[in-house]
């Protein structure tokens, strides 16, 4: 386990990996919040 973090934290693709994983799940966050907060306002016509 050690030598498969130590590859994530210090090798160039093992950190745009990390970065990839944090940024998908950021936006998985970012979009529930944001379609349920669309989905409780009124209807607009």
Do not use: A, H, Y
Request: hydrophobic share 55%; proline share 2%.
């Amino acid at each position: 386990m050690d030598v498969v973090l130590d590859l994530l934290f210090t090798s160039g693709i093992g950190l745009l990996s990390l970065f990839t994983i944090v940024f998908i799940i950021g936006m998985g966050f970012f979009l529930s919040f944001w379609l349920k907060r669309k989905m409780n306002e009124p209807k607009q016509e």
